[in-house]
């Protein structure tokens, strides 16, 4: 099969045909441009201008953007309701003017007690600086809820390594009846000694809530008083516990 016979003209062919002039050689030397001999400085490089979009490259072949702007994000409202138990109601009502404050004015949250769902609503809005201030003050009011001071529960707001941990005595071993009385006691000890003991060696706070156990303070310090408890309820003396307690407070010591 031929070739086209377009393809096989001569530039020179096809351009007379289309009537377009061919650049000659002096044409071609003209349109070569030579390399400029110095480079820019820092000086002749354009700057960027803010609320400039287009990006510039510095002398060392960087892109230079403007400084972006600060895009306002659009506020959303969260809510979260801390249920109260039944118990822990009337206590809740009597130390209410001590409990608000510190979400108020130091968390900027919205807070109030509903009474018919026995429950605490926490709100944020637009004043509310913190991004975690929803969080800390549900873990303050939740604190209080499992039996805590409200002292102690103020620290959740004030330091950001203080956590809760809740386990029930029947995790470590089953015991019912007496045997279940006994454990708690060990734990509690003649008028609380053992657990004020237990407390200021491992330097947290402690709540014996029937057959729960509830630990408020740092990873480790909580890792102390649950050994602690977990020796007591498995049947070691309260003497032994107390030594292996004095220790621990002796090595803390020397660590602060």
Do not use: C
Not at 54 to 82: L, N, Y
Not at 104 to 119: A, C, G
Not at 189 to 215: C, M, P, Q, W, Y
């Amino acid at each position: 099969m031929p070739a086209p016979t377009a393809l096989l003209r001569k530039p020179q062919e096809l351009a007379d045909a289309a009537n377009i002039p061919l650049p000659t050689q002096d044409q071609d030397d003209e349109l070569l441009l030579d390399a400029p001999s110095e480079m820019p400085t820092e000086a002749d490089t354009v700057q960027p201008v803010e609320g400039d979009t287009e990006m510039h490259i510095d002398e060392e072949g960087r892109p230079r953007f403007a400084p972006a702007k600060q895009a306002q994000s659009d506020f959303r409202v969260e809510t979260r309701k801390v249920p109260i138990p039944p118990h822990r109601v009337a206590p809740i009502r009597a130390a209410w003017p001590k409990i608000y404050p510190p979400l108020v004015e130091h968390l900027k949250l919205q807070v109030r007690m509903n009474v018919k769902s026995k429950s605490v609503e926490l709100r944020n809005h637009k004043q509310t600086t913190d991004p975690g201030a929803l969080q800390k003050g549900e873990d303050f009011v939740k604190a209080f809820s499992l039996g805590f001071d409200v002292d102690d529960a103020i620290a959740l707001l004030r330091l950001d390594d203080l956590y809760i941990e809740t386990f029930e005595i029947k995790d470590v071993k089953t015991l019912q009846g007496e045997h279940l009385g006994r454990a708690i006691g060990r734990i509690a000890g003649k008028d609380g000694k053992t657990k004020f003991a237990i407390e200021n060696a491992s330097r947290t706070r402690v709540v014996l809530a029937d057959s729960k156990i509830h630990i408020l303070g740092g990873f480790k310090n909580i890792h102390i008083a649950r050994e602690a408890i977990v020796s007591l309820i498995l049947g070691s003396p309260p003497g032994k516990v107390y030594g292996n307690l004095r220790t621990v407070a002796s090595r803390m010591k020397e660590r602060f």
